[in-house]
């Protein structure tokens, strides 16, 4: 699969997760590009156990075409499906890097 990084994912990266030094949150970010990278589509991707370790799920309501993993227990990682929606996860082989959300989480 291939991974597009956003320019509002780019800036929260930087400002979010390397300003603050976050080394554990980078390793984990690197870790799930690690585990998109490796899969050979979003099917895959989503029946691999890591994706249960790094608790990548579909979201539900006005965010339904975003998939969010956990970069840990306050800050998401939003990933959103190259397609149109629904998806046929079969089909999906580039997911863009939306965001990086600790909002509605608080400071992570």
Not at 6 to 20: E, L
């Amino acid at each position: 699969m291939k991974i597009i990084k956003g320019k509002t994912y780019i800036k929260d990266y930087k400002k979010k997760i390397v300003y603050k030094h976050l080394g554990k949150e980078i390793e984990r970010i690197t870790n799930i590009e690690d585990l998109i990278l490796d899969s050979q589509n979003l099917k895959s991707m989503l029946l691999n156990p890591l994706s249960t370790v790094y608790g990548i799920e579909h979201k539900k309501g006005n965010l339904k075409e975003i998939y969010t993993a956990k970069v840990n227990e306050k800050i998401r990682l939003y990933i959103k499906p190259i397609g149109d929606y629904p998806y046929n996860t079969v089909e999906i082989t580039e997911l863009e890097f939306l965001k990086i959300d600790n909002k509605h989480y608080g400071e992570g």
